[in-house]
């Protein structure tokens, strides 16, 4: 025992010692994150792992691309990904390595809210510019000083758009159902209301996520007889439930978010299950250069909503650099809005808009998921949004709005 | 570099603590409690109410956390006496995520899965990020110390070697005339009450927390912590989870050996190497890096 | 809601024997080799994906695809408990389960490597449900509950009247009675293994049919797994079939009384309530 207690007081005390020393070079320390590095926090294990894997890919093509293209700065971008594990206490670890071994001034895409809302103090704080895709309201209301810009409409804005649609639709009864989320209440509140206005019927139900099957669950809904029904959940769950409400033999309408009605779920569920359902999503800006640079860098036709976001968190990230002259997450955040919105030379993709700025001229970057123009706080605002259905497996255009 | 330095140490004597209320439960009072990551998050929530809405000191906010805890625990543990391991590790199992499906769905006291942010940390807003982390680490290590010199010290007071003696045999001491229930209950409700502790530890440093932050995950780690440092043996659970963080988060630096791989592929490598490490550490250590020792008297040399 | 009951109750019934085929799995295990094998999460999904690559990139029909799935799932079980847990159950129950939790961790990331987190879905028709009266059953899931019931059949039969069978409940009941008849434990041990992860496999493929699969196929259904074990006895193979049924039933229409949301609770006070009178399982331990 004494043995072990020897071994163990040194090392803590030779620690302590070697902390104070260090102390007095933080100055080098630094000094050795010269080079410019961005990080990406996405899931890439755990239950965001479906969307993590190539939001990640397509903010590191864009650096890929502007490194080959002459870098930014006059220097590489040197890209460090790290893992949040869908898991706040792992994503803020991840997050810590992020800022204070890799040095990163800027991360981008983290996913869930909890995880946003987990490693954003730790960003602000350090001065690096947060950009995420998660669409908890709470989010940009928290005390960021500009250091949150996200592209994920507000969930609030999202769902009051979604339920006029399904209105405009001539919904005669609708109904919710998803799992609990930070906006599950929110949604029901808020379709709840709209359907008294319109003076019909509103069912809902809060499912636990992670179940293989949710036929009772389908049971409830359905007593209410909807015929409209909103999915609130992602796309492990929503592939469930679609499956359970068409097998219920359920005829009327469905409609989900994009990320969760994606393509990975219409290649995984037959075509029959997933025929007419409506989904909506901030209108990506399809005939875009940047909606074809994702398209060709991930190899896909259909681009996830949330790929297209990272895209432009990672061209944002380049741009607002390179317009400030300068890397560091405060330069960046304080020339974010100068290249994402404003009279400057509509751009969207990074390469054309280094060159714009490096003429001298102003950007105004509009990117693979829409215009990305943020207001005071880091939220997105004019954005439309395109309600699109799905016919034999691919979803076509129906109405923008 | 530094900074991160001080926040892996400040994770690690969270782990540490966690590991250490985990040794007081399975290690000496030989009941498995798979339920940690629901006293970790009763802890949590606690303070963090406590402190936040409450507006209560931070002292106070650990000392809730820490009586919370042990309620809960001295209650399960008395509700499932009468269970066997194997049992007990499945209802535990399921106690902790009834906890966090409380944590997820009451929305009204816990703010359900957007988590409660804003938790307030000693002096975080006069302190420079850098310097937070220094002090964060200097708490909880002065937190570790004492709550390990504290249960070295009842593992070898007349409490601890009862209760060793029912963890080995619990019907020889029965017939000895040791009170079962009460040592179990007790050792229950105090190991819990360190992982409480360790909950609100986690609360203030990273001021926010959610339901997703108790999923069984922090759990496997703590108990592979244990079984890689030592069980029965505060010093073995400390070194454990720092064993254990090592590995979390040095693997994160494979990352560039491996650099022909896509994210997904390294992310799973990553986990694969971190589970891989760890089996290897029980194969080749299946006592821990530190076995136990029967209990002397604290602080004098035993000859063995 | 009352008039939803029949429908819950069959419901229930269908998910309580998709459930039981891994519960048996994990109980038969724990007959023999005497500890809680938490990788049945990882088997699970290593069994869904087995019968994806079948069914999807071999092109075999759903049975045939099920098959593989078991011979790939229990050949796993088999190999990683000779490599990482069999040296380390003479250090006790508790020890071995702890590694087979990071066994698990390191299985599903070896899907994860290879297979990616894309939801993949199987080849398989889907059909609506069918009604009877008010009630309405998928025949998919009849098809999938039939499958289960002539498992549990195999099972016991095999249990019953092989030799093997005869060996391990004989091991199970009484290890060293047995080592004195000559069986050899080592052998029951590999086979308990390898069929046990093999049933697991199997329903982890059962329970993606029609929906999809992810390296986290498995997690999504231990807890109910572990329940059902427990509920009916740890060790017992007629308890985890019962269990699975009472954990089935009893979520489904926990619908009735719960927020859905908290569907999981129940299977807690499943077990609560059970081991509270029969600290044992409702079956008791005995593995047959």
């Known amino acids: 025992m004494t043995d072990v207690k020897n071994l163990f007081a040194p090392t803590r005390r030779t620690v302590m010692l070697g902390a104070t020393a260090l102390l007095a070079t933080p100055a080098i320390l630094r000094a050795q994150s010269a080079p410019i590095t961005f990080g990406t926090l996405t899931p890439l294990t755990g239950v965001g792992g479906t969307y993590g894997p190539s939001m990640r890919d397509a903010a590191a093509n864009v650096f890929t691309a502007v490194n080959e293209a002459g870098g930014l700065l006059g220097q590489e971008i040197d890209l460090v990904s790290e893992d949040t594990q869908t898991n706040p206490e792992a994503a803020v670890r991840a997050v810590r390595k992020l800022i204070d071994v890799d040095g990163v001034s800027v991360v981008i895409g983290t996913w869930a809210s909890s995880i946003t809302t987990a490693v954003a103090p730790l960003c602000w704080e350090n001065g690096v510019m947060l950009f995420t895709v998660s669409g908890a309201d709470s989010i940009t209301q928290l005390p960021h000083m500009g250091y949150i810009a996200r592209t994920q409409p507000n969930s609030v804005l999202q769902i009051e758009v979604a339920g006029d649609f399904m209105l405009r639709q001539e919904s005669t009864g609708m109904a919710w159902i998803g799992p609990q989320t930070p906006f599950a209440q929110s949604s029901i509140d808020i379709l709840a209301g709209q359907a008294e206005g319109a003076g019909i019927g509103m069912e809902s139900l809060i499912y636990e996520a992670d179940k293989s099957t949710y036929r009772s669950e389908v049971d409830t809904i359905l007593r209410s007889n909807p015929d409209f029904i909103m999915l609130g959940g992602y796309a492990a769950d929503s592939t469930v439930v679609l499956r359970d409400i068409w097998q219920a033999g359920y005829e009327g309408r469905i409609i989900g978010p994009a990320y969760a009605v994606n393509p990975t779920v219409l290649e995984a569920l037959p075509a029959e299950v997933t025929e007419g359902v409506f989904t909506w999503e901030g209108a990506p800006d399809v005939g875009s250069s940047a909606y074809a640079n994702v398209q060709a860098s991930l190899g896909v036709e259909e681009v996830d909503p949330y790929s297209a976001q990272t895209y432009d968190h990672a061209t944002m990230a380049v741009l607002a650099a390179a317009a400030a002259g300068d890397a560091s997450g405060m330069a960046i955040r304080d020339a974010l809005r100068t290249i994402s919105q404003g009279e400057g030379d509509a751009v969207s993709d990074a390469i054309a808009g280094l060159e714009v700025l490096a003429g001298g001229g102003a950007v105004n970057y509009s990117g693979a998921s829409g215009p990305c123009d943020f207001d005071e706080i880091g939220d997105i605002t004019g954005t439309q949004f395109l309600f699109r259905q799905i016919s034999g497996g691919t979803p076509s255009d129906f109405e923008r709005v | ?304 | 809601m009352l008039d939803l009951l029949p429908q819950f109750l069959v419901n229930g019934i269908i998910t309580g024997a998709l459930l039981a085929v891994p519960a048996i799995g994990f109980t038969a295990i724990f007959a023999v080799l005497r500890f809680p094998n938490f990788a049945v999460a990882s088997h699970a999904t290593v069994g869904a994906f087995a019968g994806f690559v079948a069914n999807v990139t071999f092109g075999l029909p759903a049975i045939p695809s099920l098959m593989f799935a078991f011979l790939i799932a229990g050949l796993v079980g088999l190999v990683s408990d000779e490599i990482a847990l069999k040296p380390l159950r003479r250090y006790g129950a508790l020890t071995t389960a702890i590694a087979s939790i990071a066994l698990t961790i390191v299985l599903e990331n070896v899907v994860r490597f290879f297979f990616g987190n894309d939801l993949r879905g199987y080849d398989l028709p889907l059909v609506r449900d069918i009604r009877f009266g008010d009630i309405r059953v998928n025949p998919q899931q009849l098809e999938n509950m039939a499958l289960a019931v002539v498992i549990m059949i195999a099972v016991f039969a095999a249990l019953k009247f092989t030799r093997m069978g005869k060996a391990m409940r004989a091991v199970a009941d009484n290890p060293g009675l047995a080592d004195l008849k000559g069986i050899d434990a080592v052998m029951v041990g590999r086979v308990v293994a390898f069929v046990g992860m093999g049933l697991v496999g199997v329903g982890g493929m059962l329970f993606g049919l029609g929906t999809s699969i992810d390296p986290l196929t498995g997690f999504r259904f231990i807890l109910p797994i572990f329940a059902a074990a427990v509920v009916g006895g740890l060790g017992s193979i007629p308890g985890a079939v019962l269990g699975a049924m009472v954990v089935g039933i009893g979520e489904e229409m926990s619908a009735l009384v719960l927020e859905p949301a908290y569907k999981s609770a129940v299977g807690f006070f499943a077990i609560v309530l059970v081991l509270t009178f029969r600290p044992r399982g409702l079956l008791g331990e005995r593995a047959y």
């Not at chain 2, 019907?171 to 229950?188: L, M």
């Not at chain 2, 254990?244 to 997904?264: D, I, K, Q």
């Not at chain 2, 299946?286 to 002397?296: A, D, Y």
């Open chain 2, 1 to 304: 570099m530094l900074s991160w330095l001080f926040s892996v140490a400040t994770f690690a004597g969270i782990y540490a603590l966690l590991a250490l209320g985990i040794n007081v439960i399975w290690g000496m009072g030989g009941m498995i409690n798979l339920g940690m990551a629901g006293f970790f998050a009763l802890g949590a929530y606690a303070s963090a109410l406590a402190t936040g809405a409450g507006a209560l000191p931070i002292p106070i906010g650990l000392a809730l956390a820490a009586v919370l805890a042990a309620l809960a625990g001295g209650l399960l543990c008395r509700l499932t006496l009468r269970l066997r391991g194997d049992y007990l590790a499945i209802v535990t199992l399921g106690f902790s995520e009834l906890i966090r499906l409380i944590a997820a769905n009451e929305i009204w006291m816990t703010n359900g899965s957007d988590g409660i942010s804003g938790i307030p940390g000693p002096w975080r807003a006069e302190l420079s990020p850098f310097q937070f982390n220094m002090l964060s680490c200097a708490l909880v290590t002065l937190a570790v110390l004492i709550v390990w010199a504290m249960t070295e010290r009842l593992r070898r007071s007349p409490w601890g070697r009862a209760l060793r003696a029912i963890r080995d045999d619990d019907t020889a001491a029965a017939v000895a005339g040791k009170p079962i229930t009460r040592f179990k209950v007790q050792a229950f409700a105090l190991g819990a009450a360190i992982l409480g502790l360790a909950g609100a530890f986690y609360a203030h440093y990273t001021s926010y927390i959610a339901p997703d932050i108790f999923r069984p995950l922090i759990t496997i780690y703590i108990f592979l912590a244990l079984t890689a440092g030592g069980t029965g043996n505060s010093t073995g659970a400390v070194v454990g989870a720092i064993a254990v963080v090592a590995v979390l988060e040095g693997s994160r630096f494979l990352e560039g050996w491996v650099s022909v791989l896509g994210g997904v592929e390294k992310a799973a490598l990553r986990e694969i190497v971190i589970g891989v490490a760890l089996i290897a550490i029980m194969q080749l250590r299946p006592r821990g890096l530190l076995p136990e020792t029967p209990p002397g008297p604290f602080l004098k040399r035993k000859d063995t």
